[in-house]
C-alpha cells in the first residue's frame, strides 16, 4: 500500500500557529527582561499572520484531509478568525497588568498560543481522535496558565482543582468516545454519522457513549451540574488568565458541540436534545440566581458565563438551521462582551491592588466616564437591554425554540433572564450612583483605550445592526 501524503495546504494557520509558539519559545529563553516586549510582540505577530492566513486559505467548500481527520470549512475558518481575535485582543489586555505582577513572562504568551492552536484543532476536528487532540492541547494550557503566578497559593489551587476535575472529565470524554467507536467501528464523525442513521436510537451502546461524550462536553463548557470548577477558577486565576479563559474557548466549545452532536450524532438528536434542555435549563436558572448573591466581580462573571452557556446551548437543542445560527452569533457576541468586562476590571487593577469586588467599581463614573460607559455598555448587554447585541442574540436563540414548540423554555429563559438583570444593573449603580472608595486615576496606554472603546462600541453597533454577523453565521454554517 503506497503512502500518499495529505494535502497541507487547509492546516497552514496551524502549521503556522504552532512553528511560531516553538520560535517563541526558544526565543524567550535568550532574552533579558527589560526585551520581553519582543516575546508580546511575536504572540500578536503569530495571532495576525494567522488571522490572516486563515482568510487567505478560506474554504469555499469543505475540505477533508490528514486522513479524514481534520476539515477545513466555513464555520471553521470564521470562529477560528475570532479565534483570534480574541485572543489578541487577552494578550493586549493583559499586558500592562502582567508587568504590574512580574509576570511579565515568555509562558504566558506560549502558553496562549498553544491555547490557541488546540482551540484551532478543536473547531476543525473530523473525528473524535482530533477532538479529543485539540481540547486537551487547550485544557493542558489553560491548567499550567491558571498556576502562572506560582507565588500566590490561591492561583495553585485553583489549577489543581482545574487539573483534577478537568482529568475527571477527560476521563469521561474518553469512555464515550470508546464507546462510540465500538457501536460504529470509526472515528471519523462522517462514518460515525452514516453509522448511526442506520442505527436505532435502542442502541444501548450508542447511548450511553453519548452520555458519556456530553459529561464530558457539559464540564468544558460550564454547564450545569458539571459547573463546580468554574467560579474558584475564575477567582483564584489572575484576571488576566480569567479574561483568556472566559473568552476564546468558548468559541471551541460551540464549534465542538456541533462537530460532535450535530455532524456526529445527529441522527440521535431526539435522545441529546432532551439532555441539552435539562442542562440549559439547570445553567440558566442556577447561573442567575447564584451570580446575584456574589460579592467579588470575578466570581459574579463565572455565574454569567454558566447562565450564557444556558442560553448558547438553547440554540443548538433547536435542532435547526435558524438556531445554529442564533447559537453561533451568541457565542461571538458572548465573547465579545466577556473580553469587554474583563478588560475593565483588569484596567481597574493596579499594582499591588485587584478591583475583584463589586465595591470596587463605585465612583468609577467620577474617574473615569469613559471607562464607566464602556463597563455599563458591556452590563447591559449582557443583561439583554434592548438595542445592545446581548438583547438580540437572546431574542434569536428564544425564537428558534419557540419556531419548534418549546415556547415553556423561551418563558423560563425570559424569566430568569429579568431577575438576572438585577446583579449586571447593579454595578451599573455602584458606578454612577455610588461614592468612589479609589480616588487614584485609571492610567490606560492609547493601543488599550482604542481597543476597548472599540470593544463597547460594537456591542451598539451589533445591537442595532446585527443582520450583517447574523447572515455572516448563517453562509458559514450553509457551506
Known amino acids: 500500500m503506497n503512502f500518499v501524503a495529505p494535502d497541507f495546504t487547509p492546516i497552514l494557520p496551524e502549521l503556522f500557529v504552532l512553528t511560531m509558539a516553538c520560535a517563541v519559545l526558544v526565543i524567550d529563553v535568550f532574552l533579558e527582561q527589560r526585551q520581553r516586549h519582543i516575546t508580546y510582540g511575536l504572540a500578536q505577530l503569530t495571532l495576525l499572520g494567522a488571522a490572516l492566513l486563515i482568510l487567505a486559505t478560506r474554504a469555499q467548500a469543505p475540505v477533508t484531509t490528514m486522513f479524514g481527520h481534520y476539515i477545513k470549512d466555513a464555520m471553521g475558518d470564521t470562529l477560528k478568525l475570532f479565534v483570534c481575535l480574541a485572543s489578541a485582543a487577552a494578550f493586549l489586555y493583559s499586558r500592562d497588568y502582567l508587568r504590574q505582577r512580574d509576570l511579565f513572562k515568555g509562558e504566558y504568551f506560549v502558553l496562549g498560543l498553544f491555547g490557541v492552536l488546540g482551540m484551532m484543532v478543536m473547531v476543525s476536528a473530523h473525528s473524535l481522535l482530533s477532538v479529543y487532540l485539540g481540547l486537551e492541547l487547550l485544557s493542558l494550557s489553560l491548567y499550567a496558565l491558571v498556576a502562572v503566578d506560582r507565588d500566590s497559593p490561591v492561583a495553585s489551587e485553583a489549577a489543581m482543582k482545574y487539573f483534577v476535575l478537568g482529568s475527571l472529565a477527560s476521563g469521561m470524554l474518553l469512555y464515550g468516545i470508546s464507546m462510540i467507536y465500538g457501536a460504529t467501528g470509526s472515528v471519523d464523525l462522517q462514518v460515525v454519522a452514516d453509522a448511526v442513521a442506520k442505527q436505532s436510537s435502542s442502541d444501548l451502546v450508542l447511548v450511553f457513549g453519548l452520555v458519556f461524550l456530553l459529561v464530558g462536553l457539559s464540564f468544558k463548557l460550564g454547564a450545569v451540574p458539571f459547573h463546580m470548577w468554574l467560579p474558584d477558577i475564575y477567582q483564584g486565576a489572575p484576571t488576566s488568565v480569567a479574561l483568556y479563559i472566559g473568552s476564546a474557548p468558548k468559541l ?3 464549534a465542538l458541540v456541533m462537530r460532535v452532536l450535530v455532524d456526529g450524532l445527529g441522527g440521535l438528536q431526539s435522545d441529546w436534545q432532551q439532555m441539552l434542555i435539562i442542562l440549559a435549563v439547570l445553567s440558566i436558572a442556577l447561573g442567575n440566581l447564584v451570580a446575584i448573591a ?3 466581580i470575578k466570581r459574579m462573571l463565572a455565574y454569567s458565563t454558566i447562565s450564557h452557556i444556558g442560553f448558547l446551548l438553547l440554540g443548538i437543542l433547536a435542532g435547526t438551521p435558524e438556531g445554529y445560527t442564533a447559537s453561533m452569533f451568541y457565542a461571538i457576541v458572548y465573547v465579545l462582551m466577556a473580553v469587554g468586562a474583563f478588560g475593565v476590571v483588569i484596567l481597574l487593577s493596579r499594582t499591588g491592588f485587584e478591583a475583584e469586588n463589586i465595591d470596587d467599581f463605585k465612583g468609577l463614573n467620577d474617574r473615569s466616564p469613559w471607562l464607566a460607559f464602556v463597563m455599563m455598555m458591556v452590563m447591559m448587554s449582557m443583561a439583554g437591554i434592548p438595542f445592545l447585541a446581548g438583547f438580540y442574540a437572546k431574542w434569536v436563540v428564544l425564537q428558534a425554540v419557540v419556531d419548534i414548540g418549546l415556547v415553556w423554555l423561551a ?5 430568569f433572564s429579568v431577575i438576572g438583570a438585577f446583579y449586571y444593573l447593579r454595578v451599573v449603580k455602584c ?8 480616588s487614584e486615576a485609571i492610567e490606560i496606554s492609547r493601543d488599550v483605550e482604542i481597543a476597548i472603546s472599540a470593544n463597547g462600541l460594537l456591542l451598539i453597533v451589533l445591537g442595532l445592526y446585527p443582520t450583517g ?3 455572516w453565521c448563517a453562509a458559514a454554517l450553509l457551506n
Open 469 to 471: 454577523l447574523m447572515a
Open 252 to 254: 471551541a466549545a460551540f
Open 411 to 415: 418563558i423560563v429563559g425570559v424569566l
Open 431 to 438: 458606578m454612577y450612583f455610588d461614592k468612589p472608595e479609589q
Open 294 to 296: 456574589q460579592s467579588n
